[in-house]
């Protein structure tokens, strides 16, 4: 059975920086796609960063320049490391990963397997 789970949330001032992991079990992962969404209050999941096992990574406009995602596929764990945190980047985030082709360059579509999310909150 797939799990993900999530850790590293927490409150921080803007300006500020947090490193949100999540380590994988159930399976191996080398070939997945791994990713982070998030989800304000009111408002409706949205698309963070996501890293191919090819190495491609892709962000959100949003967040380009501020976040870094990574991953160690040693470890089955994927890193979203996030710089210049501002306020409209608290949300609960969430980490899910899904089967890949190899060479892909598509991140869209469902993804299988989720984490419980883990709480960022940024303090104006």
């Known amino acids: 059975q797939v799990q993900l789970v999530e850790s590293g949330g927490g409150m921080v001032q803007a300006g500020g920086s947090l490193r949100l992991s999540c380590a994988a079990s159930?399976?191996?992962?080398?070939?997945?796609?791994m990713g982070w969404f998030r989800q304000a209050p009111g408002k409706e999941r949205e698309f963070v960063s996501a890293?191919?096992?090819?190495?491609?990574?892709y962000y959100a406009d949003s967040v380009k320049g501020r976040f870094t995602i990574s991953r160690d596929n040693a470890k089955n764990t994927v890193y979203l490391q996030m710089n210049s945190l501002k306020a409209e980047d608290t949300a609960v985030y969430y980490c899910?990963?899904?089967?890949?082709?190899?060479?892909?360059?598509?991140?869209?579509?469902?993804?299988?397997?989720w984490g419980q999310g883990t709480q960022v909150t940024v303090s104006s």
């Open positions: 899910a990963v899904k089967p890949v082709p190899y060479g892909t360059t598509s991140y869209g579509g469902p993804w299988d397997y």
């Open positions: 159930g399976r191996t992962f080398s070939r997945y796609a």
């Open positions: 890293i191919l096992w090819s190495g491609n990574t």
